[in-house]
């Protein structure tokens, strides 16, 4: 009788394995995973509670490794892999996954020392070199040793005599243990000033969001900043204010941060205009969110058809606490569909922006789709209620929002008109069906735009 073929090939790898298992040991095997995947954040002044930067570091923390490493928790990275690589990701190989299981499960031998690599060097000052402009925040921000996280805009005036277009922006937060994220955003109307200054008066405000803030990207813990590709770069009209919002999150002692922040411009303006296909549309607000107790697999679903060619460059997501799946899917002309992000597992501590390893041409024609869900159950250990409470949408933190954006620029310049007016009509459709089933919205939409 012979065996049927996956029970050979599975017979094959297992005695592959036993026989490379017998040979796991830090200094051949894990030490380069770890130097390259886990060092950058565990390391001295960085933002993780412990360093991993030899055997005795690693072998300390082993077992909860190969555990926080299975689960995919460590290293922080919530895009599952795609049709399309990302930069810098930081996702363990499955062989590395393995790796890091079986020398465990042997004891977690040592190796021979000799022909361990050597703990990488890291760059402290400026990744990208010296910035063209340096600001700082004018005063420090008190973060408490106990309690929630806190979600805070703060504002950093610019004073540029002129218009610039920016490539990168640096984030140097004086204390990286607790700053957990930072969201930026340009600012010419008054908004920023209005929402810092309701802030102040109640710091419970939480997330106030605005359609003049420019979003101009922003740092996770550990992230490297990046110039943007291909001479790209985003406008900064002169009177811009510059306004970031914190995620800050206590450490057990009280501390406070007084982020130093350069920017990196670009030397003339770029031949393209970045901009973005938010699905669904402004975050979800016209999307009938109603959330009930115990609901898990709350659904929203929004899709756009390209009506020009464009070139993407990046993605990303963003939901609060409850907020469970992300996806948005390319479906070709010729009928193809590929996975532009997909998140199964979604964390709000960890909310990256992912820039594709090479720009992505998407044909006029091509259907933009993508689907969010929440899970409001309590069997969702990220849901802030216990019991469960209705959620709606909102801006705080405990309301819910949800929305995959696609940043992209039209491949012929002459272009932009048509995709921004395709994009805003496909947004007024959305809005107008919805304010026609609830009325009440109208007064958000007035909220939310300062009346305009
Ligand atoms: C982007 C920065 C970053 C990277 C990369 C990273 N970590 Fe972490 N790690 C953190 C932070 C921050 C924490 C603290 C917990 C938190 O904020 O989620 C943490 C916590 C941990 C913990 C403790 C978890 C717990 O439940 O107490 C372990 C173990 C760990 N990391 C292992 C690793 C390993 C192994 C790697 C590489 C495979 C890695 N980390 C890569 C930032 C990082």
Redesign the pocket.
Known sequence: MTLPKCVQLCAAFCLFTAILSAQVTFSHDVAP??YS??S???REGE???FT?LNYRDVAK?GK??AA??AARI???WKAEPASYPYKDS?R?ADADLKTIQTWVKLGMPEGDRATAPVPPKFTSGWQLGTPDLIVKMDKAFPVPAEGADIYRYLRIPLNLPEDKWIQAIELRPSSRQVVHHVLYFADTSEDARRIEAEQDANPATGMRISRNMVPLGGV????QPHLLPGGLALYLPKGTDLMFQYHFHPIGKADSEQSTVGLYFAKQAPEHTLTNVQLPVAYGLFSALDIQPGQKDFTVRDSFVLPVDVQAISIGAHAHYIGKTMKMTATFPDGSVKTLLQIKDWDF?WQDRYFFENPLLLPKGTKLASEVTWDNSDENAKNPSRPPVEVRWGEQTKDEMGAVTLQVYPAAESDLATLQTNYRRHVREIAAAQIRKDPSLMVKVRELTGGN
């Open positions: 995973i770890i995947h886990c950058g954040c565990h933002a993780a509670p991993l923390h909860l490794i926080v490493t460590m290293p922080p930081r363990l996770a813990v550990g992230a501590a």
